[in-house]
């Protein structure tokens, strides 16, 4: 399969990358940062401006599909919409954010007691992103993977749960993930697609 990963140097896009190639798939990594991307088997590297849809649209022309893996108010949901529309490619995935998730009926994450504060700003847009996607994305198969509330480097244990609109607890409580094997959910959803416009979520 051939990927082109918007954010290829971040946290989760670093390991989407390395969790693609691993794989056997060919990655178009796009970043600003490209220094920050050693040769591999498989990788190309290319910088471009998000910003941009009709310079970005002819980097993204002839994959497969399109990861987005960058922060929310660091992008732009309409020139994201438009680059990837232009580009010609139908499937693509977003690096979601958990603020959205359901943690009781009607009760988001972002609105529950005791969100950070710090994190309030990029978990809004995330929202707004999913919704925009959802009105907006209509004429592609789009789907937008949300993390647990708690997503750090760890393991790739290849063993977790999805979920939909609801924030996944383990039996003390906690939502957690780590950053490997949220990619490896990620991965596994370019290669067997199971939510095809539709949020979902990973976690343990």
Do not use: C
Request: proline content about 4%; charged content about 20%.
């Amino acid at each position: 399969m051939k990927i082109a990963l918007i954010g290829a140097t971040g946290n989760i896009g670093s390991r989407v990358l390395n969790e693609a190639l691993t794989r056997g798939h060919s990655v178009t990594a796009i970043a600003r940062k490209t220094a920050a991307l050693d040769a591999r088997p498989g990788l190309n590297v290319q910088a471009a401006d998000l910003h941009q849809p009709a310079a970005l649209a002819p980097v993204l022309a002839g994959h497969d599909a399109v990861v987005s893996a960058v922060h929310f108010l660091a992008s732009d949901f309409g020139k994201l919409l438009a680059a990837v529309r232009q580009s010609g490619v139908k499937r693509w995935l977003m690096v979601g954010g958990a603020g959205s998730l359901e943690v009781a009926p009607g009760l988001k994450l972002i609105d529950a007691p005791g969100f950070p504060e710090a994190y309030r700003a990029e978990a809004a847009k995330g929202g707004e992103f999913l919704a925009a996607l959802k009105a907006e994305a209509t004429d592609l198969d789009w789907s937008f993977l949300s993390p647990s509330a708690m997503i750090v480097p760890g393991e790739r244990t290849g063993k977790f749960r999805l979920g939909r609109d609801t924030l996944l607890t383990d039996a003390k409580g906690d939502s957690r993930i780590s950053m490997e094997d949220y990619a490896v959910a990620l991965v596994d959803e370019l290669e067997q697609p199971k939510h095809i416009r539709q949020r979902f979520t990973v976690g343990y």
